[in-house]
C-alpha cells in the first residue's frame, strides 16, 4: 500500500503535468496559428474536442508566460497562470504575489480587482493550525476551528 506522502507526491506530479500539458496544448496552437493562420482555431478545438474558446485560451497564457518563467512558477497550478496571463502590463507579478502568498485562482482574481481578502491565520489551544482567507466582505465573521469547534476570532482585512 501507498503511504500517504507517496500519493501526495503522485497528487503533486499530476497537478505539475496538467499544467506543463496546457501550455505545451498553447504552444503547439500558437505555432499552428502563426504557420496556417487563425482559420485553425476552429479545427484544433474539434481535434481536441474543446472549445475554440479554449484554444484562444491556451494560446494566450502560453504566450503570456516563456519558458523560464513557467519554470520558475512551476509549483502554481495552471488557473493561477490563465489568472494572471489578464493582466498584460505586468502578469509576473502575480505569479509571485500568488506563489509568495499561497493564493488560489479565486483569491487572485479578488486581489487584480484590489480586493483584500479577509482572513485568519493562527493555532487553536488544540494544536490545530487553521488558517482561513475568504472574500473581503465576509471580514467580521467568527472563525471556528475545524478540528475542535472553539471560537478563534473574527476575520480580519489587513
Ligand atoms: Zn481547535
Do not use: K
Not at 487563425?38 to 508566460?65: K, Y
Not at 504575489?97 to 487584480?112: I, K, T, W
Amino acid at each position: 500500500m501507498a503511504t500517504l506522502d507517496e500519493l501526495l507526491q503522485a497528487w503533486v506530479d499530476v497537478a505539475g503535468i496538467r499544467t506543463r500539458s496546457q501550455f505545451a496544448a498553447g504552444d503547439v496552437a500558437a505555432e499552428a496559428v502563426r504557420e496556417h493562420g487563425r482559420g485553425v482555431i476552429p479545427v484544433l478545438a474539434e481535434h481536441a474536442r474543446r472549445s475554440a474558446r479554449w484554444v484562444q485560451m491556451v494560446i494566450a497564457v502560453a504566450q503570456t508566460f516563456p519558458p523560464d518563467v513557467r519554470e520558475r512558477y512551476a509549483e502554481l497550478p495552471w488557473t493561477v497562470f490563465r489568472q494572471a496571463a489578464r493582466d498584460r502590463e505586468n502578469p509576473e507579478r502575480w505569479l509571485r504575489l500568488a506563489q509568495d502568498e499561497g493564493l488560489s485562482e479565486r483569491d487572485l482574481a479578488a486581489r487584480m480587482r484590489g480586493r483584500r481578502p479577509a482572513r485568519w491565520q493562527g493555532e487553536c489551544d488544540c494544536g490545530a493550525r487553521v488558517h482561513v482567507v475568504a472574500q473581503e466582505d465576509a471580514a467580521g465573521e467568527t472563525v471556528r476551528c475545524p478540528r475542535c469547534g472553539q471560537d478563534l476570532g473574527v476575520l480580519e482585512t489587513r
